[in-house]
């Protein structure tokens, strides 16, 4: 059961693996978990996956770039 109007108990959507997630950090106004943000510290920068992560981050920087 959850009734919990008042209080966005629901978490936030993770900018990395886009679900709901309750903890995690923020990056200016976007929200990252606290599973990825572990993954992206423990991924080495010529991995693969770390592209990934780039990727998706480009949504936090690139509102920020454009502001120039
Ligand atoms: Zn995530």
Redesign the pocket.
Same mark, same amino acid.
């Given at each position: 059961m959850e009734l919990n109007t008042n209080k966005s108990s629901d978490g936030e959507t #993770?900018?990395? $693996? /886009?679900?709901k997630?309750d903890k995690?950090i923020h990056i200016y106004t976007q929200f990252? #978990?606290?599973? $990825? /943000?572990k993954?992206l510290v423990s991924t080495e920068t010529n991995d693969e996956k770390y592209k990934h992560f780039l990727n998706q981050m480009r949504k936090i920087t690139e509102p920020m770039l454009n502001l120039k």
């Open positions: #993770c900018v990395i $693996c /886009e679900q997630k995690g990252i #978990c606290n599973e $990825c /943000e993954e």
